[in-house]
């Protein structure tokens, strides 16, 4: 193993190093000031440098600029005797190590110095994956296999698609990957929410409007269909779209035409369209909320992506792929993770899935004091000092907006887990699992582990019955009072009361 370099004008200092680094069988080697380190770096090279911040003739950070240049990847630990703000921004903005304020704890110093020279060491077997090309889509997990085959299957069609999953889990990425291995690579691809645009705007934002058609359509305005022609349009949250544009969508997807808002020329839509929702349609079909027409003639193809907590195997690999993308972000040396902090990250839920492991990453990057990541570097929500792995079985955990986590090909989930209530910070705090949750997870895996069919359906089934059942018990059997308890109509509690055969 190479020696430790200290750096330091004052004698005393880099006498002490010297004889607490020996003591722990480590080689040193010591200067006076910066220009004879950085002579130093043209032939040689420590495993650590430690360095002081402020010395005649050059600053430490001047050297740690220098180190940067000449042997990226080599950790530096800035010491100073001015803990003032700027010195530490400066020296973090420059990439070190660690920021050491003196006085310091002699035995805390080396313990830093021995992190140092595992990272050291880690990195040179590793360095130069930060600058590998990043994937188009990543994960190991049988599931993630079964999305790369479907994929590929479908790059010689133009068939309608359907993507289901809970809310982060990356729908829009597959969309992507599906157009970029398509005929209609070519083509345009246009994304539209069609949750996030008001009902009122929808309309015009799908299918555009002439001028005139409405107060403030001062001039035309192609929609989204038009501006998707030989391309594919992808509509996000396709389950919230207002039931009566349900209706004029199905047109477009039967006809092949649409009229603009105030238009009366038909216009033909050469348009593929890829639609997803983190919505259990089937359920709404039964609601009478989404039109069971335009539920069939969207799934066609159907892509399930599973929940993180449904592929852990794949958290680790995830989590290194987004330090290295936050990393190229923020023009920074990207961090690692200890194989104990990944096998406790790969025990979380991940509630916010891998759009929660994104920003995560997003977090360590920015916050962690060492290059290589513990679990207690973790955000105190996700700690095991807060909270246990089987507490966090439910919730918590650090939001973004990653699009990374992709799945198979599956029947629906409609059980969607949602983000917990952000705390200071930003972050969501961890909550702990309720009793009917816990006992319907154990149910899950049960029904998953015997390979029961439509796992889906029958526990919609037996939730809808159990919650109808109790509340008519409630009422007394009252089915217009228990359908108002429950929210629901009339028509609909009369109806399930049938289909469930829960008539007394």
Known sequence: MKPIWIVDDDQSIRWVLEKALARENFATRSFANVREASAALDHDSPQVLVSDIRMPGGSGLELLQTVRDKVPGLPVIIMTAFSDLDSAVAAFQGGAFEYLAKPFDVDKAVELIRRAVDESMRGEQTWDDRVADAPEMLGQAPAMQDMFRAIGRLSHSAATVLITGESGTGKE???????????????PFIALNTAAIPKDLLESELFGHERGAFTGAQAMRQGRFEQAENGTLFLDEIGDMPFDLQTRLLRVLSDGQFYRVGGHNP??????????????????????????????????????????????????????????????????????????????????????????????????????????????????????????????????????????????????????????????????????VSAWEGGLRTEVARLLRENSADVMDELARRFEAAVIREALDFTRGRKVEAAERLGIGRNTITRKIQELNLEP
Not at 275 to 299: C, I, K, P, W
């Open 173 to 187: 990425l597959v969309a992507r990957a599906l157009h970029r291995h398509s005929p209609r690579s070519n083509g």
């Open 267 to 432: 216009l033909r839509a050469n348009v593929r369209v890829i639609a997803a929702t983190h919505q259990n349609l089937e359920s709404r079909v039964r609601q009478g909320l989404f039109r069971e027409d335009l539920y069939h003639r969207l799934n066609v193809i159907r892509l399930r992506l599973p929940a993180l907590r449904e592929r852990s195997e794949d958290i680790p690999l995830l989590t290194r792929h987004f330090l290295q993308k936050s990393a190229r972000d923020l023009g920074v040396e990207p961090k690692r993770v200890s194989e104990d902090a990944l096998a406790y990250l790969a025990s979380l839920p991940f509630p916010g899935n891998v759009r929660q492991l994104e920003n995560l990453a997003n977090w360590l990057t920015v916050m962690a004091p060492a290059q290589t990541i513990e679990i207690k570097d973790l955000p105190p929500d996700l700690g095991p000092a807060q909270a246990g792995v089987s507490d966090l079985a439910g919730g918590g955990g650090v939001l973004g907006n990653g699009e990374a986590g992709l799945a198979a090909t599956a029947p629906i989930n409609g059980a969607s887990a949602s983000a917990q209530p952000a705390a200071a910070g930003g972050l969501p705090v961890a909550t702990p």
